[in-house]
């Protein structure tokens, strides 16, 4: 930064604006603050810790024993459950009960199965999509021991509406007040988010319940209780793992390898939690929350609570081998929490990472069926991205209209009215592939680039048609991460290529569905789309293959609009030529400016001495000159080019 001169004026300072910009978000976080006093006043007073870590863990443990014993309910699951989310039932101008669906115990208790195993997660009125989906696996496996927290309203309501059960947590815990600041970004609106799944996790331990607690993004494929009680009465706390390698021999049965499982990273979009761990979670708590003073939070930041909760369990160092009691020690049992809780890390081949199963295909590739599958490892971590490998792997519960949007007044690219979906036989140049290890950037690139240079021809001939592309399966030939590596996670069971490769890695499909108004469904439906079983049988039926045409001009287009086939559901093209070519200049120049931005990035690789890169994808990677997604002339064909 550069020293002004003592008699220069303030305003002309180079700090000034900085200094006054975070002057003032200094004082919008004192007015949040103050805007939520009264609502949350830290924690409770039996919940008070002393500075000492051993009188606070004497103290948390005598009052979590106070809370009650280890006491299992009857069995409730329902005899007969629907598989699919039933339509709202709740009408526009009918109001709630709030009190009727408040977090008891009482409601706790009954919604617990034989084994005091309660499945529990919470959604917001912006992710509903991810809480039907969840809530139609857990009815297909005809469950009923769960529950799911509405952190607002709207939500609650939509969630009553399909029969779900539904809670609020507005009303049923003490830290949700009230709407967010809008200055709230970044970390801040992170660390409030976490708040009420920390509350939800106390209030469940609270009742004496043994609670998995799941991300609504995290979808419950395979009922956990067996492979829970196998490992009772010694098991207290089961969390899934980031790590990318297996050391379990067999997924269905065995726990990871504690000596490798206590160096991996931990994932809390997963656990089992034994309500006898209430007093640790205590500590958790009070260590991820901001302490309240009565007018003014202290200057103490969390940590990320996910590393917080293994910072716990890691007091007094983990103790494996021999000092863990044979019992647990047989199970892959492990001692936290100053030898006081057993732990163990839940196999990472059926309790799935975003990369385990959608990158690596970890349970696909040995015959193993999933637990869970998470939506993790994915560039952005936006929700459409989310959803859209959700549907590739064809574990998305869809509305019918998905699928026939010709019925129900479904857009498509335009604004038109969609008339069937579009497909066709994608050529890959399997010449450029070669193993982990000798795959090299240029050949990915170019790989990749090929494939590109044919949707684009399909998007176009899709959007003349008034049809929805059906994306083939891609092949890229090397993992991206966020640093640089040699084609693969370092450790990890990737092998290339990487064969389907999700289309999240190629194309920016959140950056696409904000050019249409949030709904990339309008645009593009995923390669799996013909073989997902929730598709009518008439539009798998009525599918066409021709031969593609050699331009986009009238004469071509309108050989392909005739009555038979403007009836066709779904039209495939035995290849797709590179019609992006035959474009007059003017109507190439505005696809340009139109679909620059839709692809994404690869990262990362070494661009020089401790330097590291990654490659933006290009649309008109084959248009001498043309300008790039960063407003640069681009006057050389395809070559690696790091960063904008």
């Given amino acids: 930064m550069l020293t002004p001169k003592k008699d220069e004026p303030a305003s002309y300072r180079p700090d000034f604006f900085q200094h006054r910009l975070k002057s003032s978000f200094r004082r919008q976080r004192r007015r949040r603050w103050r805007k939520h006093e009264g609502q949350y006043k830290g924690p409770k007073a039996e919940d008070a810790l002393t500075n000492d870590n051993a009188v606070k863990m004497a103290n948390l443990t005598e009052m979590a024993n106070l809370e009650g014993a280890y006491n299992p309910v009857d069995d409730r699951i329902a005899s007969t459950l629907t598989t699919t989310v039933a339509p709202d039932s709740v009408t526009a101008g009918s109001q709630l009960n709030l009190t009727d669906y408040r977090l008891t115990p009482e409601r706790i208790k009954a919604h617990c199965n034989g084994h005091n195993i309660i499945l529990a997660t919470h959604v917001n009125s912006k992710q509903l999509g991810f809480a039907y989906t969840w809530a139609s696996h857990v009815y297909r496996l005809r469950l009923s021991n769960y529950l799911v927290g509405a952190t607002d309203h709207a939500a609650l ?32 609106r992170y660390r409030f988010a976490q708040r009420p799944k920390l509350e939800l996790i106390l209030s469940l331990l609270r009742a004496g319940a043994d609670p998995v607690i799941i991300d609504v993004d995290a979808l419950i494929t395979r009922d956990p209780s067996p492979f829970i009680v196998r490992l009772l009465p010694e098991a207290q706390i089961l969390v899934a793992s980031s790590n990318l390698f297996s050391s379990s021999s067999n997924g269905d049965f065995d726990l990871e390898d504690p000596q ?32 309240w003073d009565g007018q003014h939070a202290s200057a103490q930041h969390s940590k990320c609570y996910t590393d917080r909760f293994k910072d716990v369990l890691q007091m007094g160092g983990f103790r494996l081998g021999a000092k863990v009691p044979e019992s647990a020690r047989l199970k892959r049992l492990f001692l936290g929490y100053n030898g006081t809780i057993r732990i163990g890390i839940l196999p990472v081949s059926t309790f799935c990472s975003g990369h385990t199963y959608f990158v690596q295909r970890m349970p696909q590739s040995r015959g193993l069926e999933p637990y869970a599958v998470q939506t993790t490892f994915q560039h952005g971590y936006d929700t459409v991205g989310k959803t859209h490998r959700l549907r590739e792997a064809m574990l998305w519960a869809e509305e019918p209209s998905y699928f026939t949007p010709w019925l129900s007044s479904g857009l498509a ?32 690139l170019q790989l990749v680039h090929l494939q590109l240079t044919q949707i684009r021809a399909a998007l176009l001939l899709a959007r003349q048609l008034q049809r929805i592309l059906i994306l083939p399966q891609l092949v890229c030939g090397l993992d991206s991460f966020w640093f640089p590596h040699n084609g693969t996670f370092p450790g990890s069971d990737t092998t290339l290529p990487i064969e389907p490769c999700p289309a999240d890695r190629v194309l920016d499909l ?16 995923e390669a799996s789309f013909l073989d997902n079983p929730q598709l009518p049988h008439f539009v798998r039926k009525s599918r066409q293959v021709l031969s593609p045409p050699t331009d986009l001009g009238e004469r071509a287009l309108g050989a392909l609009r005739t009555p038979a086939l403007r009836d066709t559901r779904v039209l495939h093209f035995s290849s797709m030529p590179n019609l992006y ?46 300008t790039n997604r960063f407003w640069k002339s681009v006057s050389r064909p395809l070559e690696v080019s790091f960063g904008p």
């Fill in 157 to 188: 309501r939509k969630l009553v509406g399909r029969s779900i059960h539904a809670f609020d947590m507005f009303s049923g815990l003490t830290v949700i007040g009230g709407e967010l600041s809008p200055f709230c970004r970044g970390r801040c």
């Fill in 260 to 291: 490798h499982a206590v160096r991996s990273p931990w994932n809390t979009g997963y656990m089992y939690l034994r309500h006898d761990v209430l007093a640790s979670m205590l500590y958790w708590q009070s260590q991820c929350y901001t302490y």
């Fill in 413 to 444: 690219e335009g604004g038109s009215a969609a008339m069937g979906f579009l497909s066709y036989t994608a050529v890959v140049q399997r010449a450029l592939l070669k193993p982990a290890g000798v795959m090299d950037v240029a050949s990915h």
């Fill in 510 to 525: 959140n950056r696409i569905a904000r050019k249409h108004g949030g709904h990339v469904e309008s645009v593009l439906r």
């Fill in 581 to 626: 070519a035959t474009l007059p200049p003017s109507e190439a120049e505005s696809e340009q400016r139109r679909m620059r931005d839709w692809t994404t990035f690869w990262c990362c690789s070494w661009r020089g001495p401790k330097r590291v890169g990654h490659v933006w994808y290009d649309f008109f990677w084959d248009v001498v000159p043309h």
